[in-house]
T-cell receptor, first 116, second 115 residues
Framework: EPEVTQTPSHQVTQMGQEVILRCVPISNHLYFYWYRQILGQKVEFLVSFYNNEISEKSEIFDDQFSVERPDGSNFTLKIRSTKLEDSAMYFCASSESQGALQETQYFGPGTRLLVL | AQSVSQHNHHVILSEAASLELGCNYS??????LFWYVQYPGQHLQLLLKYFSGDPLVKGIKGFEAEFIKSKFSFNLRKPSVQWSDTAEYFC?????????????FGAGTRLAVHP
């Protein structure tokens, strides 16, 4: 069964450094998402992406964040200058269709980011 | 704004006990409802979903959930849990606006099943 994959599984970085989290969505999916979960808190929506454009972003997704689909398979989340509060588990998700009410998002295993 | 509440943060059961995890959402319009499960060290997996139709939905591994519109609830049930059900369970609702969807999650319920 096809799965969303994410690399790395763990990332430790120094405050102020740039990090890139990578995701490979399910191959025939067209809609991509990033969510994050700070330890002990809810899973929160960050951004959705379709047709090489951001379709929606949350207030968390400020200028420090960017997303890109650099090729036909990868979907990346970049944090330009990490802050301590960026420490979280970051989940990538993808779905086959959107815009219709009946859509199911499939999640990757997550990247645990620790900012020191 | 939409929100999802899961009432139990930690549940401890013995094997063969019955399980019911509560989930309530706040949204007056059409909703899609989901339960996701995260086994230790693994990714979020879809357990079951409700879009429309029969309010009692059955998912994988013997789980089911009932959508009660009047109560804004979507509780997860399993008649007899197993040790392998130890995991964190997340209720989620789709927020659909402007043609795009995003999932709104509850805080999660951590289930521990003892042999």
């Amino acid at each position: 069964e096809p799965e969303v994959t994410q690399t790395p599984s763990h990332q430790v970085t120094q405050m102020g450094q740039e990090v890139i989290l990578r995701c490979v969505p399910i191959s025939n999916h067209l809609y991509f998402y990033w969510y994050r979960q700070i330890l002990g808190q809810k899973v929160e929506f960050l951004v959705s992406f379709y047709n090489n454009e951001i379709s929606e972003k949350s207030e968390i997704f400020d200028d420090q964040f960017s997303v890109e689909r650099p090729d036909g398979s990868n979907f990346t989340l970049k944090i330009r200058s990490t802050k301590l509060e960026d420490s979280a588990m970051y989940f990538c998700a993808s779905s086959e269709s959107q815009g219709a009410l009946q859509e199911t998002q499939y999640f990757g295993p997550g990247t645990r980011l620790l900012v020191l | 704004a939409q929100s999802v509440s899961q009432h139990n943060h930690h549940v401890i059961l013995s094997e063969a006990a019955s399980l019911e995890l509560g989930c309530n959402y706040s949204y007056g319009g059409t909703v899609n409802l989901f339960w996701y499960v995260q086994y230790p060290g693994q990714h979020l997996q879809l357990l079951l979903k409700y879009f429309s139709g029969d309010p009692l939905v059955k998912g994988i591994k013997g789980f089911e959930a009932e959508f009660i519109k009047s109560k804004f609830s979507f509780n997860l049930r399993k008649p007899s849990v197993q040790w392998s059900d130890t995991a964190e369970y997340f209720c989620a609702v789709t927020s659909f606006s402007g043609g795009y969807n995003k999932l709104i999650f509850g805080a999660g319920t951590r289930l521990a099943v003892h042999p």
